[in-house]
């Protein structure tokens, strides 16, 4: 195989590495919940995820306070018995309680119950951070993108994606300013929860992505916090 083939391969292996790990504008889950759902707390062991905003840099301004907001919000909304029951209980198109491509990227046979995908996200094992269990580590920058990568060098994730991250090598999240220069508080919980699902070890497929577990979860997980913050009297 000559050199020109394999830097070609190579190229479209990060490339198809880096695109299951966005968060894509335009991709709005539908959020239905089995009304008949009964949430066992025998069954399901309780636990409590602790959030560290361990580095993150924001632009100064209006935005940063929102954005400091959805870090303040995040442990009341990962450990609330809503963001809780709304995992469990969520259906997708076929009206089963299930989630599209149930299981993590090292393990396509093993598909996960509703249960075990939230007793994951809550046992908090980031593949970069293995160290800290029970933790949801926020490492995040803000990319602003330049003339030259919005239309050129970068135009796809300059115009269209909203967060990314690497998760097979980085525990870092980057956010893309177009969105967030315009986000509330709940828009960034929502994205920083999909993007962090992404750490775990849940990537995206090729088919029906809305009903994945960071598309699906992370909109979830912006629902409750709209509602805290609104019953909190809290800006969003």
């Known amino acids: 195989m000559s050199l020109i083939n394999r830097m070609f391969i190579c190229l479209i292996l990060v490339f198809s590495t880096t695109v299951k790990a966005e968060m894509i504008e335009g991709i709005e889950p539908v959020l239905k919940y089995d009304e008949h759902y009964h ?38 909304v990962m450990n609330s018995e809503r963001f809780k029951l709304r995992v469990l209980s ?36 980031e593949r970069m951070r293995p160290d800290t269990l029970g933790e949801m580590n926020i490492n995040s920058y803000v990319k602003i993108c330049t003339w030259f990568e919005r239309n050129i060098r970068r135009a796809r994730w300059c115009r269209g994606v909203i967060g990314s991250t690497n998760p097979h090598s980085s525990k ?3 956010l893309n300013w177009k969105f967030y220069r315009n986000y509330k508080s709940s828009q960034m919980v929502a994205n920083l929860v ?36 609104a019953e909190g009297g809290i800006e969003n």
């Open 172 to 174: 870092w999240i980057a």
């Open 39 to 76: 949430l066992d707390h025998k069954a399901i062991e309780s636990q409590y995820l602790v959030v560290v905003p361990e580095e993150w840099t924001f632009p100064s301004g209006d935005q940063k306070m929102r954005f400091e907001r959805a870090l303040e919000i995040l442990p009341d």
């Open 194 to 229: 999909h993007e962090w699902l992404h750490l775990l070890g849940f990537l995206h497929g090729n088919e029906n992505m809305r009903e994945e577990v960071p598309y699906v979860v992370g909109s979830i997980a912006g629902q409750v916090a709209a509602e805290l913050l």
């Open 90 to 125: 969520y259906i997708n198109s076929k009206g089963q309680r299930a989630y599209q491509k149930p299981y993590l990227w090292n393990n396509k046979n093993e598909k996960m119950t509703n249960e075990e995908i939230y007793s994951l996200i809550m046992n908090g094992d």
